[in-house]
């Protein structure tokens, strides 16, 4: 058996032969664009917050242990120091 002629397949003829309908070199570069809502960013400000929160220890040792140490000397603990305290817990309590 002997092929000789396929008549009809031409497949590279028929693409290159084919015209090009617009030119891609007049194509103009347009910028992107976002919008975010509001409760969008509320809630990204919500998520870094309880980031924030989970990486923060809930006792600050270093702290706890300079008041220790204040608190040893009985000289600091008087009326004066008291008092001063005493206003700090009302005032952030709003008293």
Do not use: C, W
Not at 7 to 36: E, L, M, W
Request: hydrophobic share 35%.
């Amino acid at each position: 058996m002997m092929i000789n002629k396929l008549t009809g397949v031409t497949p590279i003829n028929d693409v290159q032969s084919t015209k090009r309908t617009h030119s891609t070199g007049s194509a103009k570069a347009a910028s992107d664009s976002i919008s975010v809502s509001k409760e969008a960013k509320e809630l990204a400000e919500a998520y870094f917050l309880n980031e924030v929160a989970d990486e923060t220890p809930d006792v600050r040792s270093d702290l706890v242990a300079q008041i220790k140490e204040k608190i040893k000397d009985p000289s600091y603990l008087s009326a004066e120091v008291i008092n001063s305290t005493a206003e700090k817990i009302m005032s952030s309590f709003g008293i």
